[in-house]
């Protein structure tokens, strides 16, 4: 079988859960393509980047992005509904592609208790989405260890320690050998995408701007590189949601703007301190609504940039080139359109109907 594992940092520690469950499950395929500090946005952004690199298509995903979505949803970069339409946008993509889907659901360390806590309030997404479509329920911590997890689970706040991280790979693992079935997720009515994401090749550069190939191990493709004084003019409707980043030695400030709105923002982080060339998902807090109409420049004229109001990223950072001479480096951007209730109630009616068959 065929096995794409999608996950935070936690699939991406030497001795964590992906590593061990790729050296348990030989007798599988096992592809890993973790990336730290993102939330399942990214995830969806991984299966869209399957279908432009016309990539073969795995048997099962594994999804991995409870813990960074709820730290996301804790430091208020990210909402629930945006959670509800992104795993529903993945579970489409699976059930279209007859891919089967289980999310395994982590949590930080010190995930409150109570409904309201975000952790508690994005595994209800998850198990919704779960329930919606009917898929495998949710792998949770819970049902791996036989108890809520404690703090001898955890290595830091938000890692978990080998002897746990054996757990979960064991645990997958007797998942598959017990033949428990892990189907593809049922699929909703056909409709218009709720996400779009925009490749750099899509867009119209102006001034000092070069379309580059990176490779590097966590993500590769083509990145706009932008120097100042130049900009980029992107397609596409929705509301900017996220920028693909690769952050270096020359990370700096940036501009975004439609028509009417314009914010400054930063691509330098605290994370280049262990990852010197680092590419990150960087989520957009202001809602900045766009119409074929957005563009993203780094100006030349320091006084007018500082003048914007300031969108901020998460570990964000100083720059530490000066100000001529910072480059962005893009290579997409995604939009979001929100699903309306009538047609998320018209799905859920649909779905219903599927499962009662």
């Keep these: 079988m065929e096995i794409l594992l999608l996950g935070g940092s936690n699939a991406g520690l030497r001795d964590g859960w992906a590593a061990q469950f790729g050296e348990l499950a030989r007798e599988h395929s096992v592809t890993n393509l973790f990336l730290g500090a993102v939330g399942s946005l990214f995830g969806l952004v991984r299966l869209l980047k399957l279908d432009r690199d016309q990539s073969p298509k795995p048997d099962l995903i594994i999804f991995e992005?409870?813990?960074?979505?709820?730290?996301?949803?804790?430091?208020?970069?990210?909402?629930?509904?945006?959670i509800r339409d992104t795993l529903d946008e993945?579970?489409?993509?699976?059930?279209?592609?007859?891919?089967?889907?289980?999310?395994?659901?982590?949590?930080?360390?010190?995930?409150?208790?109570?409904?309201?806590?975000?952790?508690?309030?994005?595994?209800?997404?998850?198990?919704?989405?779960?329930?919606?479509?009917?898929?495998?329920?949710?792998?949770?911590?819970?049902?791996?260890?036989?108890?809520?997890?404690?703090?001898a689970c955890y290595q830091d706040s938000y890692h978990l320690t080998?002897?746990?991280?054996?757990?979960?790979?064991?645990?997958?693992?007797?998942l598959l050998r017990r033949g428990d079935a892990i189907p593809p997720p049922l699929a909703a009515p056909p409709r218009p995408p709720s996400f779009s994401y925009v490749a750099a090749e899509q867009a119209v550069a102006?001034?000092?701007?070069?379309?580059?190939?990176?490779?590097?191990?966590?993500?590769?493709?083509?990145?706009l590189e932008i120097e100042r004084p130049g900009a980029s003019f992107w397609p596409g409707r929705g509301r900017l949601?996220?920028?693909?980043?690769?952050?270096?030695?020359?990370?700096?400030?940036?501009?975004?703007?439609?028509?009417?709105?314009?914010?400054?923002?930063?691509?330098?982080?605290?994370?280049q301190g262990i990852v010197?060339?680092?590419?990150?998902l960087h989520y957009v807090s202001h809602r900045l609504d766009v119409e074929d109409d957005l563009e993203i420049s780094m100006p030349g004229d320091a006084a007018n940039l500082f003048?914007?109001?300031?969108?901020?990223t998460m570990q964000e950072a100083e720059p530490v080139a000066p100000f001529p001479e910072q480059r962005l480096e893009i290579n997409g951007v995604m939009l979001w359109r929100p699903v309306s209730l009538w047609r998320r109630s018209r799905a859920r009616l649909a779905l219903a109907r599927e499962r009662g068959r």
Excluded: H, W
Aim: proline fraction near 3%; glycine fraction near 6%.
């Design 90 to 151: 993945v579970a489409q993509y699976c059930a279209e592609r007859r891919i089967g889907l289980l999310f395994l659901d982590l949590q930080p360390r010190d995930a409150r208790s109570g409904p309201f806590s975000p952790t508690a309030r994005v595994m209800r997404e998850y198990a919704l989405a779960a329930r919606m479509r009917a898929m495998r329920p949710c792998l949770t911590l819970k049902e791996i260890l036989g108890r809520s997890p404690s703090a």
């Design 276 to 280: 010197a060339n680092l590419v990150l």
């Design 206 to 223: 102006t001034g000092r701007a070069r379309l580059q190939g990176v490779e590097c191990k966590v993500f590769s493709g083509n990145f």
């Design 162 to 174: 080998e002897s746990a991280s054996r757990l979960v790979a064991e645990s997958l693992l007797a």
């Design 307 to 312: 003048a914007l109001e300031k969108d901020g």
């Design 241 to 271: 949601v996220a920028l693909m980043l690769r952050s270096s030695e020359t990370a700096g400030l940036y501009m975004m703007k439609n028509a009417t709105k314009a914010y400054r923002k930063c691509s330098a982080s605290t994370m």
């Design 65 to 82: 992005y409870v813990l960074n979505d709820a730290i996301l949803v804790k430091e208020r970069r990210l909402a629930t509904r945006m």
